[in-house]
């Protein structure tokens, strides 16, 4: 295994040349599952010949949270053209996610204030006896013939 900067200190490390040789299953913040996973995808992208691009994946990272990565997975090839190994890049993607969750959940909070607000304002309120009461009569300093106080 080889890696960038990012990917070692996301696995934990200083520098990349503390990952290079290793497998995924060596890695010390994959679980064997995830590392059987990534193995299955890398070996996909291996036997097709074709990369796999923005796929979205859990990740953990070394602090033990669980992130959201995009991946693209592209084959490596030799001078003769032959498959060698995969070329793996992420994305964390976490904070974007989670804003575009916050707009989604905005969005729904304003289309309901929106769908409750619109019959409210356009309701016939007769407000006539309240205001003659407390009021006058309409024409009334206070009191306009709507109902509406001015």
């Known amino acids: 295994m080889g890696c960038n900067q990012a990917f070692a200190h996301a696995m934990g490390q200083l520098h990349p040349n503390?990952?290079?040789?290793l497998t995924?299953?060596?890695l010390p913040y994959l679980s064997d599952e995830d590392a059987a996973y990534y193995q299955v995808c890398d070996r996909m992208v291996m036997e097709r010949g074709?990369?796999?691009?923005?796929i979205i994946e859990p990740q953990t990272f070394k602090d033990g949270e669980q992130r959201w990565i995009n991946v693209n997975r592209l084959p490596m090839h030799d001078s003769e053209g032959q498959v060698i190994g995969v070329l793996g890049i992420f994305k964390d993607i976490t904070d974007h996610l989670r804003a575009q969750q916050s707009l989604e959940i905005r969005e729904k909070y304003l289309s309901t204030i929106s769908a409750?607000?619109?019959?409210?304002l356009t309701w016939s309120w007769d407000w006539t006896p309240t205001c003659q009461t407390?009021?006058?009569?309409p024409g009334d300093s206070g009191?306009?013939?709507s109902g509406l106080f001015f």
């Open 134 to 137: 407390h009021f006058g009569r």
């Open 18 to 21: 503390q990952l290079v040789g």
């Open 50 to 54: 074709e990369a796999d691009l923005n």
């Open 116 to 120: 409750i607000q619109r019959p409210l």
């Open 24 to 26: 995924d299953f060596d």
């Open 143 to 145: 009191c306009s013939q």
